[in-house]
């Protein structure tokens, strides 16, 4: 299996041929920073583990594929740990296992179960030492018998301890809030509460205060509103000390509610138009932190391509990727500051799979075929200074074509342009593989262009070489990432990257874009 594995990745986009499915675009690119364009941190790509199962993420695979997307980042990544679990956790300094579940639901593959921790579950946090963390103190959904902020601080003590104060990026206070049996007086009494015994606990003082993460709202808020939106609860005073450093809610594409099958991931996962139709809450909440919370970051905590029952193949796979791809560039240029993409062994959207605790519903270790979508992201952010970023127009607004311009804030020039093809196509879906051809109208000042490509032989339905075959493979530039082979680590078959330089002719750079795929054009 390995020497099929190892052979040269093969491109199929230098020999598609013609198709019926073909369309043309011409894009007409600003080479200087258009005023419109927003600034995105280094930092904005992450990881994050729930709370309960950090433990199955501590090992060598997983470390290595966190460092794989890591390197190519010119500041730490910041890794979330958090979720449902994060309010259900208690500490028992006796306990020999890291975590041991206690119910109700099926353990222990549940984030809605109560877990029981011991000390060794915070060596975790010594994992990933080239990484910041956030980390979430408990705010329990039912008030406890005695002094609930016990077992609370218990946590905080422990996690800052093992994570180290230089590592400590943020402390969430609680999740998901209305799953609390609180009105929103009393949960923002017990957050400012907690954060009150944090600063205490810690010994944080002056501009050490300002390290709270805020909100973390439910994907259903976004999706269908309620009054336990962000708004709502800054403008009821949760940050009225000041202390806050990050606004926080989460984001699903598709939701269990949704219920899709596999024919519908184009109408529902790889539409362009189906992505923007979520954001008008994420606008509103950024436009009110802007005008009146100013010293906060929004962030997306917690995402993914889809929660609830759906599986592996529509969640995970190489469809899911490009839909990665496509939200994580458009909340760019929404002024989102960082998004987190939360992993647990059993859920079927997760990045790879760490072991093998999780259940029915997957398999591991393995990596899915949307993680390739991270090294692109990270990629496309850029390893050098800050820069600026700005959706471009298509002519026509299609569903299934994106843009975007990479543009460097000191230089005040574009550097690099992202191209998503979101027009499914998979073996056995149509004749051929269609493409869009893009004529880049540039202007004077590039002269050549490099373009690489996140690429699937099999295309949106590619799970990734662990979980199928050679034509299973996912690869950006030419690199893939595998339990089988590399352990994580990536590794290129060819041993170099893959590219493609293209001259430009009379101001424009041609490029042709398969359906499912997705490219990036760096202008020299």
């Known amino acids: 299996m390995h020497s099929k594995i190892l052979l040269p990745a093969f491109y199929a986009v230098l020999v598609y041929g013609s198709s019926n499915q073909n369309s043309d675009y011409t894009l007409h690119i600003n080479t200087k920073t258009p005023d419109s364009a927003v600034s995105v941190p280094a930092d904005f790509f992450s990881f994050g583990f729930e709370t309960a199962f950090l433990n199955h993420f501590c090992n060598d695979f997983s470390q290595n594929l966190v460092n794989s997307v890591g390197s190519r980042m010119s500041k730490p990544m910041i890794l979330r740990v958090g979720g449902t679990s994060g309010d259900l956790v208690r500490f028992n300094k006796s306990q020999t296992e890291p975590t041991h579940c206690e119910g109700p639901f099926q353990c222990s593959h549940s984030s809605k179960n109560t877990y029981t ?115 709502d609860i800054l403008k009821d005073g949760i940050n009225k000390n000041g202390f806050g450093k990050y606004a926080a809610q989460h984001f699903y594409q598709i939701d269990g509610q949704d219920d899709p099958s596999p024919d519908q991931r184009q109408a529902l996962l790889m539409n362009h138009t189906a992505i923007t139709s979520r954001f008008p809450p994420i606008d509103k909440s950024i436009k009110y932190i802007n005008d009146n919370e100013n010293n906060l970051a929004y962030i997306l905590s917690e995402t993914g391509s889809a929660i609830g029952a759906q599986p592996v193949n529509f969640s995970a796979s190489f469809g899911a990727a490009l839909w990665a791809v496509d939200f994580h560039l458009l909340a760019m240029t929404r002024g989102v500051k960082r998004i987190s993409n939360t992993m647990r062994p059993e859920a079927t959207h997760s990045y790879w799979i760490p072991d093998n605790s999780g259940g029915s519903k997957t398999k591991g270790p393995v990596v899915h075929g949307i993680f390739a979508s991270a090294p692109f992201i990270a990629d496309f952010v850029g390893n050098g200074s800050v820069g600026k970023v700005v959706e471009i127009d298509v002519p026509g607004k299609p569903d299934l074509l994106s843009a975007y311009a990479m543009y460097n804030q000191e230089a005040k020039v574009i550097e690099r342009l992202a191209l998503v093809n979101l027009k499914e196509w998979y073996q056995g879906l149509g004749p051929k593989r269609g493409n869009a051809t893009v004529s880049l109208d540039v202007g004077d000042g590039v002269h050549t262009a490099t373009i690489r490509r996140l690429h699937a032989q099999n295309g949106a339905a590619a799970m990734g070489l662990d979980l199928g075959d050679a034509d299973d493979n996912v690869t950006w530039a030419g ?46």
Request: aromatic share 12%; charged share 20%; proline share 5%.
């Open 117 to 231: 921790l011991g000390p060794s579950y915070f060596d975790s946090f010594k994992w990933f030492s080239k990484t910041q963390m956030t980390f979430q103190a408990p705010i329990y959904p039912k008030a406890q018998p005695g002094n609930w902020t016990i077992a609370s601080m218990d946590y905080v003590r422990n996690a800052a301890k093992a994570l180290g104060q230089d590592r400590i990026a943020g402390i969430a206070l609680g999740n998901e809030p209305d799953y609390y049996k609180y009105d929103m007086k009393d949960y923002i009494s017990r957050a400012l509460g907690l954060e009150d015994k944090i600063i205490k606990e810690l010994g944080l003082e002056g501009a050490e205060k300002s390290i709270f993460e805020l909100g973390d709202i439910p994907n259903s808020v976004i999706k269908k509103g309620s009054n336990w939106g962000l708004t």
């Open 479 to 524: 690199e893939q990432w595998t339990y089988t082979v590399d352990r994580g680590l990536g590794h290129i078959p060819t041993g170099h990257v893959i590219q493609e330089t293209v001259k430009a002719e009379n101001g424009q750079v041609a490029v042709v874009v398969p359906d499912s795929e997705a490219i990036i054009v760096i202008f020299n």
